[in-house]
């Protein structure tokens, strides 16, 4: 099963280990890349976004 199929609410990502997140971002990233050759459109507005959500989880659960 891949790591992306696990994630249904922030806390799932917030529970991850720096090395999942790393893992997740680039199953996020292969994604988007399968589905935009397949779909056609955008994607470098895409990919710089990808890493947002486990970055400010992680700030968020610091303070």
Excluded: C, N, W, Y
Excluded at 8 to 37: F, Y
Excluded at 49 to 59: Q, S, Y
């Amino acid at each position: 099963m891949r790591l992306l199929e696990t994630i249904d609410r922030p806390g799932d990502i917030k529970a991850l280990s720096v090395k999942d997140l790393a893992a997740l971002a680039l199953e996020i990233r292969q994604t988007l890349i399968q589905t935009i050759s397949h779909l056609g459109g955008h994607l470098a507005s895409s990919l710089g976004g990808r890493a947002v959500p486990g970055a400010a989880l992680r700030l968020r659960g610091a303070g």
